[in-house]
């Protein structure tokens, strides 16, 4: 059973920095990605950024953090990471860590979430 926990969430102010991790616990096995969402209230969970799992490094993002945020992943340690610059009111949210299955079986492991919130 895998298990993801997210931390590194806070209050920051307007063009501000944070870095979130999400620690691993279990076999992750299979093709798969890492990911990041976010919910804001009221709004629809959203696809922040992915990386690819295993021996992969790929990464997308979505076009409304490209060039500010950026995704790693630190094997040795199981632990995923965003690098969040000049973070933005509207990026308050609840992110979650996600590791999404695609081979043998299509599965979907989540965090419990970090509060990040962008305010002045």
């Known amino acids: 059973q895998v298990q993801l926990a997210e931390s590194g969430g806070g209050l920051v102010q307007p063009g501000g920095s944070l870095r979130l991790s999400c620690a691993a616990s279990?076999?992750?096995?299979?093709?798969?990605?890492m990911d990041w969402y976010r919910h804001a209230p009221g709004q629809q969970r959203e696809l922040v950024a992915t990386?690819?799992?295993?021996?992969?490094?790929?990464?997308n993002y979505a076009d409304s953090v490209k060039g500010r945020f950026t995704i790693s992943r630190d094997n040795a340690k199981n632990t995923m990471y965003l690098q969040m610059n000049s973070l933005k009111p509207e990026e308050t949210a609840v992110y979650y860590c996600?590791?999404?299955?695609?081979?043998?079986?299509?599965?979907?492991?989540w965090g419990q979430g970090t509060q990040v919130t962008v305010s002045s």
């Open positions: 996600n590791v999404h299955r695609l081979f043998p079986s299509s599965a979907d492991y």
């Open positions: 279990g076999i992750i096995s299979g093709v798969y990605t």
């Open positions: 990386i690819a799992g295993g021996g992969g490094s790929s990464t």
